[in-house]
């Protein structure tokens, strides 16, 4: 016999999937609940960055940014490169940390994080195996242009806030010195993200 009858091979027990640390990404064993905003973070010319909304989850919330670009006056070349400064991608290598886009967030007690500081040896972790200070990570995104010339660029950007903020006010910055953008910060409200986060259910709920 050259293959194993199938029978047996239905047997076997399926390989466990390794469980995603909750500190990189959001489960996806859970809902998660959408938290509504209307804010515009920064606005040039030929950029708009908005925060439409915020999705909660019991170990962390995930902000899902909004970068409109147009061309308008700069030239081809400009515009590619304004779109590459944005966040590393499979076309693009990573950009200058002096010239790409940078997000962060300040709590009331001053803690600090910002998506420059999770790279690498930056990350220390305590004894447990488990980042010592919050985190906040780039997601897995894409980008897509739309229309003729004058281009426009539509660009959703996910970022990984761990762990649930405190239930209090705090800031989210941005930066882009190569698209011109100054230091713009927000006020969130961290008890609304805090409260939806207690309405987040799992998919499938676990069986005694």
Known sequence: MFFEPLSNLDKSAPS???????????PTDETGVVVT??????????????LPMIRSYRTGCLMELEIILRQGDLSASAFSDLRSSIHPTAL??????ATMMRLGVRYADGTKVSTLLNRG???HF????????????????????????PYLGHNTMKLWLWPLPPAEPFELGVEWPSG????SVAELDGAVIESAAQQSVPYWPEHP
């Open 16 to 26: 466990p999937e390794p469980k995603i640390p909750d500190w990189i990404a959001p």
């Open 37 to 50: 905003t209307s804010l515009i973070l920064a606005r040039t010319p030929n950029i708009a960055i908005a």
């Open 92 to 97: 693009h290598p990573e950009p200058s940390p």
């Open 121 to 123: 040896k930056m990350v």
């Open 126 to 149: 305590s004894e447990d195996g488990r980042p010592s200070s919050p985190l906040l990570s780039w997601q897995p995104t894409g980008d897509q242009l739309h229309g003729s010339a």
């Open 180 to 183: 011109g953008i100054e230091l």
